[in-house]
């Protein structure tokens, strides 16, 4: 018997009804269709519009879906993990609201904050309790309702952004299938170019800090763009190396999508043909923590049981990563 490793064994998506399109974002800053597109890839993305709605909402239909397309009951869920850099409020964890919302009542949950590796991160310490024996059934979620942090009179990130759900189910596997590797890494000192200002213990709310704008994304986009660049794809590649894996070897790369230019470069150090890379930035944007699950859940029908996939991440903190896996079903059946 092989060891014990964390298999993928359900995915699903959710994204809200709303489309703001690039068109309709030229009627709300000083921008056009073509810098957007010429600079981001991106198109469209879509938005959570409605009183009240966070991204537990949004989670919980991706999690409602998972449950019904993997035959698996609320209370068989042993821990639920919630990456996230836009929870429904400070405490409790979105994935205890999430939890609460749709009926799982046997596990326990937490968020995890890594900006936009924090799926990676969180599929990595998942398959930690896997691997150890200790549960079998846990899912994670990455989602992110990005729309209620970014300021919508700044062109330079309110085009970047949307909103959006995925969550995936990881069991025990040992038929060599699942996470076979990954390396994690993180930066402090690129705090000070990607952040929220305000809202944490720093710089609690205030008159002022409301007044100043200070709880949406601020971006230093040349230095941001320079870091991704260059991490994204340095890791990309360390874990093929690590794991003696050619071009030809991989079936996907499934890159956290921010910027087209960004997962470009990474395919192109990897030697990776675009026919080869799950993109989808033109219709959401960047959802933080949702871009790869929502690429997974596009592409489900398209994964074969045995393919070599790498998930690659880059995002505020700095943090970035990438995981190897083996894909543990035929997407299409």
Same mark, same amino acid.
């Given at each position: ?32 269709? +073509? ?40 209370? +068989? ?257």
């Amino acid at each position: 018997m092989d060891k014990i490793r964390a298999a993928i064994t359900g995915i699903q998506g959710y994204v809200p009804d709303y489309v703001l399109t690039n068109k309709e974002l030229e009627t709300m800053v000083d921008t056009t269709d +073509e810098w957007i597109t010429t600079r981001t890839g991106i198109k469209e993305r879509h938005i959570l519009k409605g009183e009240g709605l966070g991204t537990s909402d949004m989670a919980v239909e991706a999690v409602k879906g998972l449950l019904k397309k993997t035959n698996t009951k609320a209370e +068989e869920v042993e821990l639920v993990i919630c990456a996230t850099v836009s929870p429904d409020m400070v405490y409790p964890a979105t994935a205890n609201i999430i939890s609460d919302k749709v009926g799982i009542k046997n596990a326990f949950g937490f968020d995890l904050n890594a900006a936009c590796s924090g799926f990676i991160y969180a599929l990595v310490t998942a398959s930690k309790y896997i691997e150890s024996g200790l549960f079998k059934k846990i899912i994670v979620v990455g989602a992110d309702k990005m729309s209620s942090i970014v300021d919508y009179t700044d062109r330079q990130t309110c085009v970047i952004f949307g909103d959006a759900a995925g969550a995936v189910l990881l069991e025990p596997d040992t038929n060599g299938h699942g996470i076979q590797d990954a390396i994690l890494r993180s930066d402090g000192s690129g705090r000070v170019h990607l952040h929220q200002k305000a809202g944490g213990s720093v710089r609690p709310a205030s008159f002022e800090t409301v007044a100043n704008r200070e709880h949406f994304v601020y971006q230093e986009g040349q230095a941001v763009f320079k870091f991704a660049v260059s991490n994204m794809a340095d890791v990309s590649v360390e874990i093929m190396e690590k794991n003696n894996l050619k071009a030809e070897d991989i079936a996907w790369l499934v890159p956290h999508q921010a910027n087209l230019r960004i997962i470009d470069a990474t395919a192109r150090r990897m030697g990776l043909a675009r026919e080869k890379v799950m993109i989808n930035i033109q219709k959401y944007g960047n959802t933080t923590n949702g871009t790869i699950p929502m690429c997974l859940y596009e592409w489900e029908n398209q994964l074969k049981k045995g393919d070599n996939v790498i998930l690659a991440a880059f995002g505020g903190g700095f943090t970035w990563g990438s995981i190897y896996l083996k894909w543990a079903y035929d997407g299409a059946k």
